[in-house]
């Protein structure tokens, strides 16, 4: 009896082993992404430098191009309307926005106004519903014959809820 012991404490101890090998081989794998993620966020913020160089040096010729086009645009003759000049060409149309007083506007701040002034009839309320899952959950109980609520003992049919089962994870901590 005494040695069919010690073959199941040797067998037990050879899985055991082979399990450890494992989870460290999983350890260095980890720490391989790991490796792999910071190379990636490196690449990508040195690509991220370069494209805007590039976008800089690009942006700069597109403003060049347009204060010439601007300049050309005013030797030209334009059709004009109340709020713009144009220019029609086959490409496209040059389009001059003519000045105008506009209003520059902080909503917190306005917001603030209408409150102190009473003017309720600026204020707009919105109310964000949600349902307090955390809260019921204490109060559920799930069974083989579905869910019930704890406090009264009855059986729950409520759309949108129901049980589910889960599939075993396996998990390694280290």
């Not at 004009?80 to 003519?98: I, P, W, Y």
């Not at 506009?102 to 949600?130: C, G, T, V």
């Not at 109060?139 to 129901?162: F, K, Q, R, S, Y």
């Amino acid at each position: 009896m005494e040695s069919k012991q010690a073959l199941i404490d040797e067998r037990t101890i050879q899985l055991k082993v082979e399990m450890d090998q494992l989870v460290e081989n999983i350890k260095e794998l980890d720490i391989a992404i790991a490796e792999l993620n910071e190379l990636f966020k490196a690449r990508a913020e040195l690509l991220k430098e370069q494209f805007e160089e590039k976008k800089m040096g690009l942006e700069q010729k597109k403003e060049k191009h347009e204060q010439y086009l601007r300049e050309l645009f005013e030797q030209v003759p334009q059709s004009e309307t109340k709020t713009q000049r144009k220019v029609k060409l086959l490409c496209g149309d040059v389009v001059v926005k003519k000045a105008k007083l506009d209003f520059e506007k902080n909503n917190d701040k306005l917001l603030e106004w209408a409150k102190a002034n009473q003017r309720d009839d600026l204020i707009s309320r919105k109310e964000a519903l949600s349902f307090k899952w955390v809260d019921f959950k204490k109060d559920l109980l799930t069974t083989p014959n579905g869910i019930v609520e704890v406090a009264t003992g009855e059986l729950l049919d409520i759309p949108g809820l129901e049980v589910i089962q889960t599939e075993e994870k396996l998990e390694i901590k280290y």
